[in-house]
């Protein structure tokens, strides 16, 4: 049965976007210490930091195994979902009985149910 779960979100883009970021700080930084207006330099040390913290962020999530993300569609054979295991959140997977689900929609039904009460189909 197909579940949805949290997908890939950060990602090696948002790594590559940060680099621009923290490149764009540097680029702020000399500019406001060159043109003597040393009070705005800040701005760009902060910019700087807060892309090599996304950065990081990004390529460690991009690269890891159990991936952080905002959706997923997957199988209960496929690879888990790492907030699930942390959180420890358990599932019934089972086609029909206590606390089954529709095949269909993955909605919960009951042992008696003959139809879905959420998409109508016919349960097996």
Avoid: H
Wanted: proline share 6%.
């Amino acid at each position: 049965m197909k579940s949805v779960k949290p997908g890939r979100g950060p990602s090696m883009m948002g790594g590559i976007i940060g680099i621009f970021v923290a490149l764009f700080g540097v680029f702020w930084t000399v500019t406001a210490i060159a043109s003597g207006a040393a009070f705005m330099a800040p701005f760009g040390i902060i910019f700087v930091v807060i892309a090599i913290i996304q950065v990081i962020y990004n390529f460690k999530n991009a690269t890891g195994k159990n991936r952080y993300s905002q959706f997923d569609i997957t199988d209960e054979n496929e690879e888990p979902d790492p907030l699930n295991e942390r959180f420890g959140e358990k599932r019934d997977t089972s086609p029909r009985g206590a606390g089954g689900f529709c095949p269909y929609c993955g909605a919960k039904v009951r042992e008696d149910y003959e139809f879905c009460n959420v998409c109508g189909e016919k349960l097996p």
